[in-house]
């Protein structure tokens, strides 16, 4: 089982990476691996499907920058292959007077990230665009698209195996040795060699990071996110995409609205500490894991910072009332009898130990390996900007 590269994880992010080193280099031999059965099996798999405009992210920073040259990539290669998305825009909604500031740092921050068409609505104005909306004004973001991200992960592994890649799924990395200048991954039934592997493992980066790189100063701390449904008859109440004015000190975007691809509408999601890695069900529990993150000191200061608002997300995940409360803000009219349970996803986190939560993607580094070990929201719209600079840095290790 020899390989040029070999890549560990097959989400939107490995994908991604593995489609564009071939764009560059069509021989080199290239494996990914996955534990699952599938590509997109978790992070990619279970998001909502937004196409994000870049509004939110810090000018200059990996973000905004992949962000927004990875939208133009991600639009093209949907042209290219005929999968379907639809740029339909938002409202980002301030409910009442203390959210106007953060609302205008928002429309500030989007012009600065060269988005053009932003709109400051008036109070008045929010029902041109969402008619059942209530709030003192916001935001209309025309960039802002729908889309289902599996069919492009699904695209995407065709064009792969197109170019000579292979995949090898249910092999779930156990270790990882380096010997005469070459890499050993092993998994519980293969053995695979390889000159430079690339972790892309999401929820598991940082222990896969943690097999080729000594210093590894985060740890992964899963959040799920809970989604209700809008039953059919209430769906008219949401037109397009529907989101509050962020808690700036939060890394999460708050409850909102969401018009999928296949013409269902989500609401949520909320942000819980998940018990498990991949933990998409409250009942879901690895004491192994949740151990690890709990003991881990960034997470403690991260908890004392934040106990109150992750109560109110707890009760809220709880309480179908309180999450229904919390859509009302945005959308008085819907009421808990129009909300039926929808999916979960699991959020990949990262936390230092002086309880940062990342907000940036951060790439750790060697001579054998390259782990991406954090590539949250986002990382769907952005994949093929951040697999091109990527395959650009294992491009350079392979030439050595």
């Not at 301030?94 to 609505?121: H, Q, T, V, W």
Request: aromatic residues 8%.
């Amino acid at each position: 089982m020899k390989s040029d590269i070999t890549i560990i994880g097959a989400g939107i992010v490995g994908l991604a990476t593995a489609y564009k080193i071939l764009e560059k280099n069509r021989s080199l031999k290239i494996h990914v691996l996955d534990k699952e059965e599938e590509v997109s099996a978790h992070q990619t798999g279970n998001n909502s499907g937004v196409i994000h405009s870049g509004i939110y992210y810090k000018p200059g920073s990996l973000k905004a920058r992949n962000c927004t040259y990875g939208y133009k990539l991600l639009l093209d290669f949907c042209d290219e292959n005929d999968i379907s998305y639809e740029i339909c825009g938002k409202v980002i909604v301030a409910s009442d007077k203390k959210e106007l500031p953060g609302m205008e740092f928002l429309y500030k921050r989007g012009i600065e990230n060269g988005l053009e068409g932003l709109k400051i609505l008036k109070k008045e104005e929010l029902n041109d665009y969402e008619p059942h909306v209530a709030g003192i004004g916001g935001i209309w973001v025309p960039q802002t698209g729908i889309i289902d991200f599996k069919k492009v992960s699904l695209k995407l592994e065709e064009n792969i195996r197109a170019n000579g890649a292979e995949f090898y799924f249910g092999q779930k990395v156990q270790a990882i040795k380096v010997k005469n200048g070459t890499a050993i991954i092993s998994t519980p039934s293969e053995s695979f060699t390889s000159k430079l592997v690339i972790n892309c493992a999401g929820l598991y980066s940082d222990k896969i990071a943690r097999l080729t790189h000594q210093k590894v100063n985060v740890k992964i701390i899963p959040f799920r996110g809970e989604y209700y449904k809008i039953k059919p008859a209430k769906r008219y109440l949401v037109k397009n995409l529907i989101y509050p004015v962020p808690d700036p000190s939060f890394p999460f975007l708050g409850v909102h609205y969401t018009r999928m691809i296949d013409g269902g509408i989500e609401a949520g999601p909320n942000a819980v500490l998940a018990f498990a890695r991949e933990g998409y069900k409250k009942t879901q529990i690895n004491l192994p894991e949740l151990t690890e993150t709990l003991s881990w000191p960034g997470f403690i200061k991260v908890a004392s910072k934040y106990w109150k608002t992750g109560i109110g997300e707890m009760y809220r995940s709880f309480s179908k009332s309180a999450f229904t409360r919390a859509l009302q803000k945005l959308i008085p009219e819907i009421e808990e009898k129009d909300l039926e349970v929808g999916g979960a996803g699991v959020r990949a986190q990262a936390c230092d130990r002086s309880g940062g939560l990342l907000d940036d993607f951060l790439i750790y580094e060697n001579e054998h390996a390259i782990n991406v070990c954090n590539a949250p929201s986002p990382a769907a719209t952005s994949s093929l900007s951040i697999g091109q600079a990527i395959a650009k840095i294992a491009l350079a290790h392979i030439k050595h």
